[in-house]
């Protein structure tokens, strides 16, 4: 817009040069006219004067030819010679002051057309000067016109765009901070519930190598016991039993609660018994056993009335009492001194027995299985019941924490999918956020542009106003110029006129002169 400007001033200045050089030209057009017509007149002034000349030469040579002849009789005319040369003399006075006068006017003649051409230069330039403003003027009300347009076409909607975009703005950052805290608090809750899920993992870890070994040491005991149970009783008794439906009965050992200190006494006493067979009818049951032909077995049935006394070894056993009969005549001495001096009081059927398995009657002693380094069968009972408890409990917590270890699972990838979904909406709202912030600083560089082209529109108005407003004083005071000069050139005119009929009064006075002279020569001459 700004080379436009620069274009148009410089179209205006040639356009103005343009219209000088025309007007420079009409000038001279006219000047040579003027120097024409001027030479023209000239010429003819000229051919007249010359003419002129060449009759006065004549009428010179015819005067001193008559002056001459005159001469001769002027001796003879003398006093009327001297009357018709005194007038002869007057008449030439006259016809050189009808030529003086004819020449003053023609000296003024050509200083009036000399002075008359600049009215004329003058009004030739500025009509051009004015053809030349008034095509500006017209350029300035058309662009002032398209200057109006254009900002009235300007929307003034910017600000409030960008306040709503600014609205937006702050919408989607408050958004994009709350999803933000999101993915925060989201990613605080999955570490937290990772880290809860290695020490599940762990404790669960733990649990099972625990499991295991307790499960290898069950399996070990489980394995003695039935080595044990087997030398005991032999195959063919194991086979008794499956032909008699007892094989899932419980054996002894396995329903007898010993004290620990007095185990080894217990299964002393009880040797092989220990692996019997625990029916609910003896009668029934032993009905059978003419059938067994290899291996041992002994059967027991509950037993119910027999006191125990609280000395005897039965007193620290505790069950359902099939074991007391065999218990009940066993008496329990802390040492084998005691045992001894016991024994030498032991009615028949009767004995006492030591904790370490060191077991007196009144003329014997007994001592079983002393180097035996696996435990004795109640001891890996006793461990085996422990064993199936801790089992049992352990497997029951094993399979809780691997329930929670699940549940945490499940929760931590609840936890990551959303997450993943709060990252997501992270990423679409920061998507927004960066939408809405290119938005408003794209309304925002537009409304400054708007702003921009409006101060530049208002201030090329007010330049273009300015301008138009010098243009108008310029034409007005080329008009003035003009008329002045039409009023110059309307005055040389009536001065021209004046001038032509002065022309003419003193070409009739100098030809009126001219013939009196010559009339009064002749006169002289002929008097003469």
């Known amino acids: 817009r700004v080379e436009h400007g620069e274009r148009n001033d410089e179209l205006a200045q040639a356009q103005a040069q ?24 000239i010429e003819q002034d000229l051919f007249a004067t010359g003419t002129g000349l060449e009759q006065a030469q004549r009428h010179l040579e015819e005067d001193g030819e008559r002056l001459a002849g005159w001469e001769a009789e002027l001796e003879t005319l003398g006093p009327q010679l001297e009357i018709l040369q005194t007038t002869s003399n007057r008449a030439s006075e006259v016809l050189a002051e009808a030529e003086s006068r004819m020449q003053s006017w023609q000296t003024s003649w050509d200083e009036f057309n000399q002075r008359a051409a600049a009215p ?69 809750h999955v570490v937290e519930q990772r880290q809860a899920s290695g020490e599940q993992q762990t404790s669960l870890d733990e649990l099972r190598s625990d499991l295991q070994v307790k499960r290898g040491r069950l399996a070990s005991l489980e394995a003695l016991q ?24 419980q ?91 016991l024994a030498a009081s032991l009615s028949p059927g009767e004995s006492v027995i030591t904790p370490d398995g060191l077991w007196f009657g009144p003329n014997w002693v007994r001592r079983v299985n002393a180097g035996d380094t696996e435990g004795g069968v109640l001891q890996r009972q006793q461990e085996l019941d422990s064993l199936h408890r801790e089992v049992r409990a352990l497997a029951e917590r094993e399979a809780q924490a691997s329930t929670a270890l699940q549940e945490t699972r499940e929760s931590l990838a609840e936890l990551e999918s959303q997450r993943r979904a709060a990252r997501q ?9 960066s939408d809405c912030l290119s938005r408003l600083r794209a309304e925002e560089a537009r409304h400054e542009q708007r702003l921009a082209r409006r101060q530049r529109i208002e201030d090329e108005r007010t330049e273009l106003r300015s301008q138009f407003e010098q243009e108008q ?56």
């Open 18 to 41: 343009f219209y000088a050089i025309g007007a420079e030209v009409s000038r001279l057009e006219q000047e040579l006219r003027y120097q024409g017509e001027r030479a023209q007149q």
């Open 120 to 188: 004329r230069q003058q009004s030739e330039v500025q009509q051009s000067r004015i053809q030349h403003l008034e095509h500006s003027l017209a350029r300035l009300q058309k662009r002032l016109e398209q200057l109006a347009q254009e900002q009235g076409s300007q929307s003034t909607e910017g600000g409030d765009a960008i306040d709503g975009l600014r609205k937006a703005l702050s919408d989607a950052e408050q958004q994009l901070s709350e999803a933000q805290a999101s993915v925060e608090s989201l990613e605080g």
């Open 226 to 249: 039935q080595a044990a149970r087997e030398r005991a009783t032999g195959k063919g008794t194991e086979r008794w039993l499956q032909e008699q439906n007892l094989q899932n009965r």
């Open 251 to 341: 054996r002894l050992v396995e329903t007898l609660q010993v004290e620990p200190r007095w185990q080894r006494a217990v299964e002393t006493v009880l040797g092989d018994m220990l692996q019997g067979v625990c029916v609910d009818d003896l009668g029934q049951a032993s009905a059978a056993l003419n059938q067994l032909t290899s291996g041992d077995l002994a059967l027991l049935s509950p037993l119910s009335g027999l006191a125990a006394a609280s000395q005897s070894l039965a007193a620290k056993v505790s069950g359902d009492g099939r074991a007391r009969a065999v218990l009940a005549p066993v008496h329990c001495a802390d040492t084998a001194d005691q045992a001894r001096q």
């Open 425 to 433: 909406q992270v990423d679409q709202r920061a998507r927004v956020h």
């Open 473 to 528: 004083q310029a034409i007005g005071e080329a008009r003035s110029s003009l008329a002045a000069a039409i009023d110059t050139m309307e005055t040389d005119a009536r001065e021209r006129e004046t001038q032509l009929a002065q022309r003419d009064a003193l070409r009739k006075a100098l030809d009126e002169a001219r013939a009196t002279a010559h009339r009064e020569r002749d006169t002289a001459h002929q008097s003469a």
